[in-house]
């Protein structure tokens, strides 16, 4: 399995829209790994996750045809990871040679509701499909089991342990916070030969419970480290990263690299062999 993180950002992106913080100059006059986008990713080339508003910034950047793809996976309704609105541009007002093959498109049911009452799907080549916690589905070749991540309690959100053809399972995790023990007992029943996972608070402890610190996200590997869920050489990459936490990726990586995890970026390429 290989798995393509085409954005590491948290919610607001880096550079934030309205933000001159040091960290966001820095991505602004620099670029490279600090400049980040809402947080999507591709496995295979065939199985898209999630859907930001970034979406054409990604597709044109990494040279991706969405037509291509076999299906598109929501983890929840947000707009970082639903942008609605962008799938309406796959209509016949827009797209000159009808598009006859319809895309099926995942994910709770909240998600679901979003892009039925947002867009006129009767007129998308798009079927919907409504996902539920612990029901493992065969997705274009793939197995996903919904988990129940902890991140808004408003809204049904999922993390997904994707299995591929070859047995390699990778749990995805954006966003969440700290499981709940009804999720870790089914995470500590699972073996993971790959992990990407949030790091939505950056350095800071405390505050929001929707999303995972540094600290937090040492103590989750090492959880899943000791119910047997991962080995020392699993990789584990984390992402949507705030740029609130006021570090810059080299200084993100070097907090997490002695853990055993690294931190991610735009475009980065994670290859997961089956165990």
């Not at 591709?42 to 054409?56: A, E, N, R, T, Y």
Request: aromatic residues 8%.
């Amino acid at each position: 399995m290989k798995i393509t993180l085409l954005g590491t950002s948290g919610a607001e992106g880096w550079p934030g829209l309205f933000c001159r913080c040091a960290v966001c100059q820095v991505a602004r006059t620099e670029g490279g790994k600090n400049r980040r986008t809402r947080s999507s990713a591709l496995i295979d080339g065939v199985l898209k996750l999630d859907f930001p508003s970034d979406i054409l910034q990604q597709v044109v950047q990494w040279n991706i045809d969405l037509l291509d793809m076999r299906a598109i996976l929501f983890t929840h309704s947000h707009d970082d990871h639903l942008a609605a609105t962008e799938l309406q541009y796959a209509g016949p007002y827009f797209v000159p040679a009808p598009i006859t093959q319809r895309l099926p498109l995942y994910g709770p049911v909240d998600a679901i509701c979003k892009i039925k009452t947002t867009i006129d799907i009767d007129c998308l080549p798009f079927s919907l499909h409504v996902l539920e916690p612990r029901e493992p589905v065969d997705i274009a070749g793939y197995m996903v089991t919904p988990v129940l991540a902890q991140h808004d309690p408003k809204t049904v959100c999922f993390n997904y342990m994707i299995t591929d053809p070859n047995g390699a399972t990778l749990l995805y995790a954006t966003d969440t916070g700290w499981y709940e023990e009804e999720t870790w007992r089914i995470l500590e029943q699972n073996r993971f030969d790959g992990v990407v996972i949030e790091c939505g608070k950056g350095p800071e402890e405390g505050g929001y419970a929707g999303h995972l610190s540094i600290g937090q996200l040492r103590a989750l590997r090492a959880r899943l480290l000791a119910s047997g869920s991962l080995t020392e050489t699993t990789p584990v990459a984390a992402t949507h990263f705030p740029h609130l936490g006021g570090m810059l990726h080299d200084e993100l990586d070097a907090a997490l690299r002695p853990h055993g995890i690294c931190a991610a970026y735009d475009g980065m390429e994670i290859d997961i062999p089956a165990s």
